[in-house]
């Protein structure tokens, strides 16, 4: 056992309001580089830049790029569709704070989508009171505002702060490239405003451009299907397991990094199935009109647009999601499909995996090792049998 004590020492961090230089970028990863082939104590932060240069020509070229994540930058970007946030949080390394359309008024869009979302707005508020009429007032607007929001544009803009590292962010830019290159020129609503949306991402991150600096192992966008991936579905110590999902749902599964999501349908066809809120009975008239009304804003790519997809990962962070997810808290629609994965999972296994999956089979405030700080109306029954 070594007598020496741990050393640590700070040799970046992030400061506020301050713009990192793209050399900067490089030459720490530059000197991370060094330590991977250090010989002795050498001192490779205080190196003369000449050298330091000379790895970093030499790690671009052979593809050592994980260096690089040493270097990262948060982002303020405003005007940024919410298709074209979707795809950057699906590619895992990132953090992301978003503005919320559960918890605020999403109010740039178009006239007709602002008339629609206040009209939706005001039938949620109502219809929330007829069947909770003992919810509060507060958490009544929430709820109203978290479902008008399914009637409006998959391209409404929205703003958020976006952490990369140089690595990612370029590599990130690279597959918009390919996106643009393989679908431009196509007469398709959502591949153009998605080509537009990716080409002003990549002009307004050129400071950190660097050519060298691709992927060149098979990837791409990892939201979008494979040819050579069956996705079967199967249940084990890893699944696989296919369900339809709305945009809305879409953007929350994707908080789960652990697990891979992939889109199986063409989501730029004009849309033909839309998510219905529960809470509107069967064949109603207030279903009827809320189809009505998506139909008539199908071809700007409503956010309840239902399309089918891919969910793969480890049971253990499957489980993981489920303590997020099986709560009166988490979005109904997200909550609904997990606790039907999970059905699901427990009849197609067996043994000591089954035992334990079933005892996830209920609102997780009431898994043992959950403490729920901020218990909310439903209880514990209702948390996960509700309609909204």
Not at 31 to 59: H, P, S, W
Not at 99 to 105: A, E, M, P, V, W
Not at 171 to 194: A, Q, V
Not at 207 to 227: A, P, Q, T
């Amino acid at each position: 056992m070594p007598k020496s004590k741990i050393e640590i020492d700070v040799i970046a961090s992030t400061k506020p309001q301050y713009q990192v230089d793209k050399e900067d970028t490089l030459i720490l990863g530059g000197q991370c580089a060094g330590i991977c082939y250090l010989n002795g104590d050498r001192d490779v932060f205080n190196e003369e830049k000449e050298k330091t240069l000379k790895r970093v020509n030499l790690t671009l070229k052979n593809g050592h790029h994980s260096v690089y994540e040493h270097s990262s930058m948060s982002l303020h970007i405003k005007n940024l569709p919410k298709i074209l946030s979707i795809l950057l949080v699906s590619e895992k390394q990132y953090s992301a704070s978003i503005k919320s359309g559960r918890y605020t008024r999403m109010d740039r869009v178009s006239d007709k989508e602002k008339k629609l979302y206040n009209k939706w707005y005001e039938k949620f508020n109502k219809r929330i009171e007829e069947v909770y009429p003992k919810i509060p007032e507060r958490l009544r607007d929430k709820l109203s505002m978290e479902n008008a929001r399914y009637i409006i544009s998959v391209f409404t803009p929205t703003q958020g702060i976006y952490t990369f590292n140089i690595r990612q962010l370029n590599y990130i830019i690279d597959w918009f490239k390919e996106y643009i290159e393989e679908n431009r020129g196509e007469e398709n609503y959502f591949k153009e405003n998605l080509i537009k949306a990716m080409e002003q991402f990549i002009d307004a991150t050129s400071m950190y451009h660097i050519d060298d600096m691709v992927s060149g192992k098979n990837r791409s966008l990892s939201l979008f299907r494979k040819d050579y991936i069956n996705y079967d579905e199967y249940f084990g110590d890893t699944y696989s397991v296919n369900y339809n999902c709305s945009f809305v749902e879409l953007e929350q599964i994707l908080r789960h990094r652990t697990i891979n999501y992939t889109i199986l349908d063409d989501i730029s066809k004009e849309p033909e199935r839309f998510f219905i809120p529960p809470i509107f009975d069967d064949g109603s008239n207030l279903e009827k009109e809320w189809l009505e009304d998506l139909d008539s804003v199908k071809d700007i790519y409503p956010n309840a647009t239902m399309f089918k997809i891919n969910e793969r990962g480890l049971v253990e962070n499957f489980i993981m999601k489920c303590y997020e997810r099986l709560c009166g808290a988490a979005q109904l629609e997200t909550m609904l499909q997990t606790k039907e994965t999970l059905e699901k999972y427990i009849d197609n296994t067996d043994g000591k995996l089954k035992t334990e999956l079933e005892r996830y089979l209920k609102a997780s405030c009431l898994y043992p090792d959950k403490e729920c700080k901020m218990p909310c109306v439903w209880g514990s029954r209702r948390g996960i049998e509700r309609r909204i």
